[in-house]
């Protein structure tokens, strides 16, 4: 059942905004530091524990590897864009910086993604090129 997931998800994402604001108000600073990660740290290490397990076996397990497969995408969503208003109200440099350095990754893809292939590989894709 998804609602399992979904329980898991919010009780995950409670216990890991009341810490952030906590560390927030430790640190001195006017803001949620790191409440989503925090929960997508328990989310992960709750689905995996032994203490789940029951919920992670059969049909209500289906729930909760949605919900943390959504879940990883939806929080690099958010810090992608709280890094962008950033680097906008930071200046031009910083939002230069941000181009660039998506720039660069762009045109290493190639690159990368040539690491983990056996050589024999390597050679059979140049030669269909």
Known sequence: MIVYGVALLSACLILGMLIGEVLGIALGV???????????????????????????????????QFWSAMYIPIVV???????????????????????????????LVPVISRIGRPKADTDQNEESS
């Open 30 to 64: 006017q803001a949620n530091v790191g409440g989503v990660g925090i929960a997508m740290l328990f989310l992960v290490l709750a689905s995996n524990s032994e203490k789940f397990k029951s919920m992670v076996d059969g049909v209500s397990g289906t729930g909760i």
């Open 77 to 107: 969503a958010m810090a992608a864009r709280q890094n962008v208003v950033a680097a906008f109200e930071g200046g031009m440099l910083a939002v230069w910086a941000g181009v660039l350095a998506v720039t660069a990754s762009f045109a």
